[in-house]
T-cell receptor
Framework: GENVEQHPSTLSVQEGDSAVIKCTYS??????FPWYKQELGKGPQLIID?????GEKKDQRIAVTLNKTAKHFSLHITETQPEDSAVYFC????????????FGTGTRLTIIP | KAGVTQTPRYLIKTRGQQVTLSCSPI?????VSWYQQTPGQGLQFLFE???????NKGNFPGRFSGRQFSNSRSEMNVSTLELGDSALYLC???????????FGPGTRLTVL
C-alpha cells in the first residue's frame, strides 16, 4: 500500500520568514495530494491540494509543488504569521474508487513573533 | 453552508463496552470517510461509504464497523472496546466525483 513520509516533524520560523514542509510517497498510482492544517482541538482543515497533472499551485501565501518523477511534494508558506502555527499534514490518494487518504506523520509549525 | 458535524464530541467508555459515533456530512455530500487519529499511529483510514455502500476499508479489525443512511449520515460502531481504541475519530465528507475531503471536529473517545 501507499506510504507517505513527511519532514521535518517540528519546524520553528521567525514571523515573516518562509516555511517549507516536504513529503514523499511510494505509490506511483497516487494522483491527488492535499495538505491539511490542524489546530488544537479541531479537525484537519484542507488548505490546498494538487493533482498529478499539475506541477505547482499557489493560493495567496501558500503554494504546493509536485515532482512526480521523484515522488516528492512540498508545502511552501511565505510571510508566515502567528496564526500559521499548527500541525500540518500531507496526504496522498489514488484513483476514483480508491480515494482513501494516506497521511504523513505531521509537522508541528511554530511561528516565533 | 454548515460543515461536517460529529456527535458526541467526547465519550468515555470502559473496556468491553461498545460505542456508536455519528457523522452528518456537508449538505449535498454523499461520500463519508472515517479516520482514527492517535499520537502513535497518526491519521489512519477506517472506511469510506458512498450511497449507503462501503466502498473502501482500512486495516482495522472487524470490531470496527460502519454504515451510511439514505440521507448520507453515517455511523461507526466499535464493539468490545480495548484501551488502544482511545483516539480522536474523524469523519470527512466529499461531493461525488470530487477529491476534496472536509473533516469534522472529531469525537474524542477515551477507553478506561
Amino acid at each position: 500500500g501507499e506510504n507517505v513520509e513527511q519532514h521535518p516533524s517540528t519546524l520553528s520560523v521567525q514571523e515573516g520568514d518562509s516555511a517549507v514542509i516536504k513529503c514523499t510517497y511510494s505509490d506511483s498510482a497516487s494522483n491527488y495530494f492535499p495538505w491539511y492544517k490542524q489546530e488544537l482541538g479541531k479537525g484537519p482543515q484542507l488548505i490546498i491540494d494538487i493533482r498529478s497533472n499539475v506541477g505547482e499551485k499557489k493560493d495567496q501565501r501558500i503554494a504546493v509543488t509536485l515532482n512526480k518523477t521523484a515522488k516528492h511534494f512540498s508545502l511552501h508558506i511565505t510571510e508566515t504569521q502567528p496564526e500559521d502555527s499548527a500541525v500540518y499534514f500531507c496526504a496522498a490518494s489514488g484513483n476514483f474508487g480508491n480515494e482513501k487518504l494516506t497521511f504523513g506523520t505531521g509537522t508541528r509549525l511554530t511561528i516565533i513573533p | 453552508k454548515a460543515g461536517v458535524t460529529q456527535t458526541p464530541r467526547y465519550l468515555i467508555k470502559t473496556r468491553g463496552q461498545q460505542v456508536t459515533l455519528s457523522c452528518s456530512p456537508i449538505s449535498g455530500h454523499r461520500s463519508v470517510s472515517w479516520y482514527q487519529q492517535t499520537p502513535g499511529q497518526g491519521l489512519q483510514f477506517l472506511f469510506e461509504y458512498f450511497s449507503e455502500t462501503q466502498r473502501n476499508k482500512g486495516n482495522f479489525p472487524g470490531r470496527f464497523s460502519g454504515r451510511q443512511f439514505s440521507n448520507s449520515r453515517s455511523e461507526m460502531n466499535v464493539s468490545t472496546l480495548e484501551l488502544g481504541d482511545s483516539a480522536l475519530y474523524l469523519c470527512a465528507s466529499s461531493l461525488a466525483g470530487d477529491r476534496k475531503q472536509f473533516f469534522g471536529p472529531g469525537t474524542r473517545l477515551t477507553v478506561l
